[in-house]
């Protein structure tokens, strides 16, 4: 079964750091492009970013550039999205997502 | 940007009649290699998104053959034959054609 495992989340203050993690399982991750994506509380979904299969080009949305940086490591079939200079509208539930197969999600708190 | 919009918002629907969703593009979604990458998700309360629909109109395995997709250029809509109480939740579409971004609609709300 091919299966995403979001993990990290939490509670920051604003101006900090967080590290989220997708562990993938069932398929061969290193072939496929990965994708991070949001959901505010009570809001829609927002494309945060994603990476190529050799982690040689990604790409974010404007709102996330030059805080997010996504990463992977095929050989662990993980996934990563650090997060610095945490804002409070960056409070909402992180999803790792390939297509047709998403994560459960993992809770992002932004709060003083 | 492409700005995906759906309509309506609020869909109420009676159990075992038909319901149709619509998401519209502000620019054709037909790609340079003649595909369309118009998706359909839907969501229940408390759960991931789950995708219904890639590239307009195929169905994801296990999805049941009472949902269709259908459209082209920049008009699109989803269609339930008979609702059933399983399908209530939040239905949103997603463009894949132009990006980044990836651009999801508002979503629109399935209920009784």
């Known amino acids: 079964e091919e299966q995403l495992v979001e993990s990290g989340g939490g509670l920051v203050q604003p101006g900090g750091s967080l590290r989220l993690s997708c562990a993938a399982s069932?398929?061969?991750?290193?072939?496929?492009?990965m994708n991070w994506v949001r959901q505010a509380p009570g809001k829609g979904l927002e494309w945060v970013g994603n990476?190529?299969?050799?982690?040689?080009?990604?790409y974010y949305v404007d709102s996330v550039k030059g805080r997010f940086t996504i990463s992977r490591d095929n050989a662990k079939n993980s996934l990563y999205l650090q997060m610095n200079s945490l804002r409070v509208e960056d409070t909402g539930v992180y999803y790792c997502?390939?297509?047709?197969?998403w994560g459960q999600g993992t809770t992002v708190t932004v709060s003083s | 940007d492409v700005v995906m919009t759906q309509s309506p918002l609020s869909l109420p629907v009676t159990l075992g009649q038909p319901a149709s969703i619509s998401c519209r593009s502000s620019?054709?979604?037909?790609?340079?290699?003649?595909?369309?990458?118009l998706n359909w998700f839907h969501q229940r309360p408390g759960q991931s998104p789950r995708r219904l629909i890639y590239?307009?109109?195929n169905r994801d395995s296990g999805v049941p053959d009472r949902f269709s997709g259908s459209g082209s250029g920049t008009d699109f809509t989803l269609q339930i034959s008979r609702v059933e109480a399983e399908d209530l939740g939040v239905y949103y579409c997603?463009?894949?054609?132009?990006?980044?971004?990836?651009?999801f609609g508002q979503g629109t709300k399935l209920e009784i």
């Open positions: 069932g398929f061969s991750f290193s072939g496929y492009w």
């Open positions: 590239k307009v109109s």
């Open positions: 620019q054709s979604l037909l790609h340079s290699d003649g595909n369309t990458y």
């Open positions: 997603m463009q894949g054609t132009h990006w980044p971004p990836y651009t």
């Open positions: 990476i190529k299969e050799d982690g040689s080009e990604k």
């Open positions: 997502m390939r297509g047709g197969v």
